[in-house]
């Protein structure tokens, strides 16, 4: 049994009037000690799959059908009073953005004690000491100075790691990160990246990375799915995926990636846009865009077992 285990999830956007899903018949899993990268264009899922796992999605779009297991509990339905005690302490979530989640009026002290004490009932004292640790961790030189400090003091890269550092501060089973190094620089995202990593093999954790550059999945990752509007088109191990891509979906996103381009010739790109919304599909729902489409494309195709486990949606894969 898996760490954490997604079984045909449904999420769906429910009006007086009409209710269309947004997410459709998703599966996947991620055991300790074990990253699975998610990727896909803008739209695509992603994020609300995430969401669906921490059980923070906002009406009118809510989870209308699936199993969302966590060492063996099924979060859908979970009383609220239990779900607050899983998240941030057995399940933890780093977001794009760290503005967003660190309160810019507040020292880091402030916040990453109140974090502590949200979960454990442990002195202001032990808190620090834990938040200390938790800096030093992700390579932030003279934790104990900078907790003084607020979070515009801090460059980009350390903001981010300073929301790391919170979300390994009750040492998660499992770690969310939702396109967490989109905004830094490439060094910066290169250092952060093996951050990571090491956490997750020093402490045996389960990671789910989330991000639309599967250059950057492709070096963390040890699993990946590839979602396209709201759907799972392919998933398995992300070596066998990058190098035989089975869907032309996977196909397209490794072509479009600049260091699979000859220098000074224009970027492939995969022609068309993704749907704005599944109540315009038919079918497969990458028909409109691919090359290798057919009559039998209009009927949803079922998945694929291939032979070295990967999974795939299609009717013609490459």
Known sequence: MGLLKIQNLEVSVCTPSIRYPVVRDVSMAV????????????????????????????K??????????????????????????????KIAMIFQ??????????????????????HKNVSAKEARSRAMEALATVGIPRPAERLHSYPHEF??????????????????????????????????????????????AERNIGMIWIS?????????????????????????????????????????????????????????????MAPRMPLELSGCPFKPRCEKAMDECSSPPPETLSSDGRRFRCFHPC
């Open 212 to 272: 639309h550059d599967l250059s950057v999945v492709s070096n963390i990752a040890d699993r990946v799915a590839v979602m396209y509007a709201g759907e799972v088109v392919e998933q398995g191990r992300i070596a066998d995926v990058v190098t035989r891509p089975a869907h032309p979906y996977t196909a397209g996103l490794i072509a479009s990636v600049p260091s699979n381009n000859a220098r000074g010739q224009r970027l492939r790109q995969i022609p068309g």
């Open 97 to 118: 953005d760290p503005m967003m989640s660190l309160n810019p009026v507040l020292t880091i002290a402030t916040q990453m004690v109140e974090a502590v004490q949200a």
């Open 155 to 200: 460059s980009g890269g350390m903001r981010q790691r300073v929301a790391i550092a919170i979300a390994l501060l009750h040492e998660p089973d499992i770690i969310i990160a939702d396109e967490a190094t989109t905004a830094l620089d490439v060094t910066v995202q290169a250092q952060i990246l093996y951050q990571l990593q090491k956490l997750v």
């Open 31 to 58: 055991d300790r000690g074990e990253v699975l990268g998610v990727v896909g264009e803008s739209g695509s899922g992603k994020s609300l799959t995430a969401y669906s796992i921490l059980q923070l999605l906002s």
């Open 60 to 89: 009118p779009t809510v989870i209308t059908n699936g199993i969302i297991e966590f060492n063996g509990v099924n979060l859908i339905g979970l009383p609220s009073a239990q779900m607050r005690a899983l998240r941030g302490s």
